[in-house]
């Protein structure tokens, strides 16, 4: 069946520093590709999406693009704010079918 | 514009008493909605999905179950709490196929003593 794996957190940095939370996916066919993120105490908000190989999804300075090739989503932000400590979701939905999500990465963002 | 709502916001029930989770969605219609359960510190788990009035899938089993009474009304219920039930549930909706892109609720704090 269809899989999401992300790299297991904290990951703790300091602001303005570079991001990069690595996300794999096993899926048949050409799944659409998301990533949410929730904030402490908060629900799930879609931070952005892609729907075909090489797509670029970009929201709020975050990036991820579509590799089908390493069927990767990896998301990315240049300089990272302590207001960007959350927790992190890659999802895929393949087809019709149920999200599938990985199992989070916390980010942690010092001053 | 959308938007959807769950209540209570945060619960503290005994072992052994019932459940009864809310959630409603406004501005749009023949959502598909969704129930989610996060454990402490883990990832999101499925727990029910409905695609209409009446219609429930259930993917996990458990002593939990759901109803959809009204089109955009989606309740999460329990006869008897177990401690285990302890956690974040999150209520989502979407439209079109299962699994396009999901918009969830600000979710509910469940504690169970």
């Known amino acids: 069946g269809d899989s999401v794996t992300q790299m297991e957190g904290p990951v703790t940095l300091s602001e303005e520093a570079f991001l990069t939370i690595n996300c794999t996916y096993t899926?048949?066919?050409?799944?659409?590709l998301f990533w949410y993120v929730q904030y402490p105490g908060e629900g799930l908000q879609l931070l952005l999406k892609a729907t075909k190989a090489d797509d670029k999804g970009s929201n709020k300075g975050f990036e991820a693009t579509y590799r089908k090739e390493t069927t990767s989503f990896h998301l990315e932000k240049g300089s990272v704010q302590v207001s960007d400590s959350a927790v992190y979701f890659c999802?895929?939905?393949?087809?019709?079918?149920?999200?599938?999500f990985g199992g989070g990465t916390r980010l942690m963002v010092k001053p | 514009s959308q938007t959807i709502h769950q209540w209570p916001a945060t619960l503290v029930q005994p072992v052994g008493s019932p459940l009864s989770l809310e959630c409603t969605v406004e501005g749009t219609s023949n959502p598909n909605l969704y129930w989610y359960r996060q454990a402490a510190g883990r990832g999101l788990q499925l727990l029910f999905y409905s695609v209409g009035i009446g219609q429930i899938s259930s993917e996990v089993p458990q002593n939990l179950s759901a109803s959809r009474p009204q089109d955009r009304q989606f309740i999460l219920s329990s006869k008897k709490l177990l401690l285990s039930d302890s956690g974040f549930y999150l209520c989502?909706?979407?439209?079109?196929?299962?699994?396009?892109?999901?918009?969830f609720g600000p979710g509910t704090r469940l504690l169970v003593l």
């Open positions: 899926a048949t066919g050409y799944p659409s």
């Open positions: 989502a909706w979407s439209v079109g196929l299962l699994g396009e892109t999901q918009y």
């Open positions: 999802a895929l939905n393949n087809a019709g079918n149920m999200l599938t």
